[in-house]
């Protein structure tokens, strides 16, 4: 090829490297000639329990209509979530999955010559929407692993549009609690869009963690950004949404491509949001699996980083990538974090009684234990 293609693309797409997924049950079994059926996978943070009932019954009733396009304003979820949170169907944006939602945030907001503000150790998709469009992304490092807000708040300067902050935080599964939050919207100035991407929101119960929803009204720069991937168990269909005021929601609807999200994925959605037993089971599973990988870990001597999401990352305190690749070859997949600057950690998602415990005896038999 005589024209060199890649040096054709954006400056800031030339430097990004694509964004490596958890790898797939197929792909494993192809490179180790193992049994499909005998693998489990902990890599990408899944709800263990398969989708809810309810959910593939109201996918099982659009197939007749493959045929037609989906709504693309996507009306009915958009009233659903409305009604749900208190809000007005104005205010909801809906994303091909959660990370659809950053993209277009970035799309709308960053440009080069501005720059987005986010932590050490947050969601590779962070820096990837900002450096795709051309701005600058200011990494703050991370407090024990966690979002450090006073050193965020230092970091904005006159040309910051975006902040991005997660709570909980994938990878480390780290958060802080409302008192904090709310503090730091106080401070944050009024030109800075602040996107607080609460994916793992669901799993937790009570006040463990402050609902973003709340502050919205007293905060028009802020955009709560949810998920139907993780704890409403349909991560195939990718389907996202963003909460924020009617005028981001009004610009983030200027970028956003037509019919973005399916037909399957508007109707599971809907049937998902209504399942609040497979809600309150899919806590259940999480907080039983978290407590049995704690205590694995405790008889093991590892440490770990406290975590409100449905993973855990574990500390082996040494370079995980040879105990990855014998995980491996044990049939059990979970997730290197080299990556996010953690080379000495795994992540690990949650998974069913019987997975959990086919990972930790897997981990002994690699660790010699």
């Not at 205010?91 to 010559?113: C, F």
């Not at 991370?142 to 709570?167: Q, S």
């Not at 370079?319 to 080379?343: C, F, H, K, S, W």
Request: with cysteine; hydrophobic share 45%.
């Amino acid at each position: 090829m005589s024209c060199d293609f890649l040096a054709l693309a954006q400056p800031g797409v030339q430097k990004l490297s694509p964004y490596v997924p958890g790898k797939p049950v197929d792909e494993l079994a192809r490179e180790l000639d193992l049994d499909p059926a005998t693998i489990v996978k902990l890599a990408s943070n899944e709800n263990p329990l398969g989708p809810s009932p309810k959910a593939l019954e109201a996918i099982r009733g659009e197939l007749a209509e493959l045929t037609r396009y989906p709504d693309g304003n996507g009306f009915t979820l958009k009233s659903r979530l409305a009604a749900r949170y208190g809000v007005q169907a104005q205010q909801v944006t809906l994303g091909n999955g959660s990370n659809d939602i950053l993209e277009l945030v970035a799309r709308a907001y960053l440009a080069p010559g501005l720059n987005a503000v986010f932590s050490e150790h947050a969601f590779a998709v962070y820096p990837i929407a900002t450096q795709a469009v051309g701005a600058q992304g200011k990494v703050v490092p991370a407090k024990d692993f966690g979002h450090d807000l006073d050193a965020m708040l230092a970091a904005i300067d006159a040309n910051t549009r975006v902040l991005f902050i997660a709570n909980p935080n994938n990878p480390t599964g780290t958060w802080f609690g409302p008192q904090a939050l709310g503090d730091f919207l106080a401070r944050v100035p009024e030109h800075v869009l602040v996107v607080l991407d609460e994916a793992y929101i669901e799993y937790a119960e009570g006040d463990e963690l402050p609902d973003g929803l709340d502050y919205l009204a007293e905060h028009p720069n802020l955009l709560v950004s949810r998920t139907f991937s993780k704890a409403y168990g349909l991560a195939a269909l990718r389907v996202g949404y963003a909460i924020s005021s009617a005028q981001i929601a009004d610009v983030l609807n200027r970028v956003r491509q037509p019919f973005n999200v399916n037909s399957l994925a508007l109707a599971a959605a809907c049937a998902a949001l209504d399942d609040s037993d497979y809600l309150a089971r899919s806590r259940q599973v999480n907080d039983a699996g978290m407590a049995q990988l704690e205590a694995g870990c405790r008889a093991l001597g590892l440490g770990w980083i406290p975590s409100k999401g449905n993973f855990i990352a574990i500390d082996f305190a040494r370079d995980t990538a040879a105990i990855n690749q014998a995980l491996l070859r044990e049939g059990v997949i979970v997730r290197p974090v080299a990556g996010y600057g953690m080379p000495n950690y795994l992540r690990v998602s949650i998974g069913l009684p019987e997975e959990n415990a086919r990972f930790l005896e897997a981990l002994a038999r690699v660790l010699g234990a």
